[in-house]
């Protein structure tokens, strides 16, 4: 079965500094893979996907980005957080075969400081 | 561009009683997902509507659509306090990426 992880599980970081979130997906390949911000009490804002390695396409520009160094894995990085980068990501997988239903990771709590 | 409206965005609601959440959505569309996330947790999948007029039940829960009217609906039948969750749908539009509502807070009360 496919399994999704995500880490860390959560993150306290000070204004300025760089971001690196992991996602990574098992069981599975070639899968889609997503981006999401959740703010605290909002609904979800999709970042970044990628349908395949070095593939990533940007949904809202911000001073966040986006890598897919092998098949499975899906990094957000940041070079200089910002206090509007708080929030919980999401990442997600689809197959290529029902690109359109989503199977959710843990996600990550950041707070910037 | 795809707008998706959910309401109500917060519901209370007592033990027993049933209530119906509203997905309404702007643009041309067949397929509807709601999700379920519990607090300080991850999405989960609750129901996957494809077609006009599907309905899918799942417990208390049922959810149908209606590409029509651009609306899917998500009915609680005797609410239980396991319920209280926060209610997403997502819709994908026929071209385009797969947009979220604001969500829905449920909380059920005893």
């Known amino acids: 079965s496919q399994t999704i992880h995500q880490w860390p599980a959560t993150l306290v970081q000070p204004v300025g500094s760089p971001l690196s979130l992991e996602c990574t997906v098992e069981?599975?390949?070639?899968?889609?893979l997503y981006w999401y911000r959740q703010a605290a009490g909002r609904g979800l804002q999709l970042l970044f996907y990628?349908?395949?390695?070095?593939?990533i396409s940007s949904e809202v520009p911000q001073n966040l980005s986006a890598s897919r160094p092998q098949d499975r894995q899906f990094i957000l990085s940041s070079k200089k957080l910002l206090l509007s980068d708080s929030g919980f990501y999401l990442c997600a997988w689809s197959s290529w075969a029902a690109p359109y239903e989503q199977y959710f990771g843990p996600g990550t709590r950041l707070t910037v400081t | 561009e795809l707008k998706v409206e959910q309401n109500p965005l917060f519901l209370s609601m007592q033990e027993g009683k049933n209530y119906t959440i509203y997905c309404n959505y702007s643009t041309t569309s067949d397929r509807l997902y709601w999700y379920r996330q519990d607090p300080g947790k991850s999405l989960e999948s609750l129901f996957v509507l494809l077609s006009n007029g599907a309905v899918k039940q799942e417990g208390r829960l049922m959810a149908s659509l209606d590409t029509k009217a651009r609306l899917s609906t998500l009915h609680i039948t005797a609410a239980v306090h396991d319920l209280s969750a926060t209610y997403f749908c997502?819709?994908?539009?026929?071209?385009?990426?797969?947009?979220f509502g604001a969500g829905t807070r449920l909380t059920v009360k005893p």
């Open positions: 997502a819709v994908v539009p026929m071209r385009g990426d797969m947009r």
């Open positions: 069981g599975t390949s070639n899968p889609n």
């Open positions: 990628s349908v395949g390695i070095g593939q």
